[in-house]
T-cell receptor, first 111, second 120 residues
């Protein structure tokens, strides 16, 4: 079983739709959680960190459920420019601060 | 501008011909890491370094070497490249990862633009 698992998609949604991605992690020593965004053939860039209480940044909402070991990303009012791959990233500190990446979920927003 | 610079960005080589992919960061980061990205497998860590002269294996270190003689540089060396090393490679850096830092910056990786390597 992979340490961090995501549905690879692709998720094909119309503009204006709300879309949610889930990510599960297996290591209970996981300490910090992030969502990165990667555009085609480009480097990943931090989208947002995920706080225990959940956090929002504009149209993006991230949530963490430690008991069930999953994190989620909700995108409201999807834009064409949201089309990208979204990577779930987990920091496992008992491995010397190792960042573990999910394989990514591809989102395609259509007009 | 704060950045991680990788070179070359694109390279086609032949089996067995030694090559080095350079990585340099200007943010005074202690932590540097190399990843390879392959379809369906996501980003996999090759090697990482917590500081100068300190390097450790990641998940897929076979066939690779690294060195960290200076804080800003972390080259990836393929002594005898093989076709299964054809991939997209990313170098990344950050402050030392630590628990609970969240968005403060310590755990945020800055990636280079990537190096696409083809081994024939």
């Amino acid at each position: 079983r992979k340490e961090v698992e995501q549905d690879p998609g692709p998720f094909n949604v119309p503009e204006g739709a709300t879309v949610a991605f889930n990510c599960t992690y297996s290591n209970s020593a996981s300490q910090s959680f992030f969502w990165y965004r990667q555009d085609c053939r480009k480097e990943p860039k931090l989208l947002m960190s995920v706080y225990s209480s959940g956090n929002e940044d504009g149209r993006f909402t991230a949530q963490l459920n430690r008991a069930s070991q999953y994190i989620s990303l909700l995108i409201r009012d999807s834009k064409l420019s949201d089309s990208a791959t979204y990577l779930c990233v987990v920091l496992v500190y008992n491995q010397g601060g190792k960042l573990i990446f999910g394989q990514g979920t591809e989102l395609s927003v259509k007009p | 501008e704060a950045q991680v610079t990788q070179n070359p960005r694109y390279l086609i080589t032949v089996t067995g011909k030694k090559l080095t992919v350079t990585c340099s960061q200007n943010m005074n980061h202690e932590y540097m890491s190399w990843y390879r990205q392959d379809p369906g497998l996501g980003l996999r860590q090759i090697y990482y370094s917590m500081n100068v002269e300190v390097t450790d294996k990641g998940d897929v270190p076979e066939g690779y070497k690294v060195s960290r003689k200076e804080k800003r540089n972390f080259p990836l060396i393929l002594e005898s490249p093989s076709p299964n090393q054809t991939s997209l490679y990313f170098c990344a850096s950050s402050l030392i990862p630590s628990p609970g830092q969240g968005v403060s910056g310590a755990n945020v990786l800055t990636f280079g633009a990537g190096s696409r390597l083809t081994v024939l």
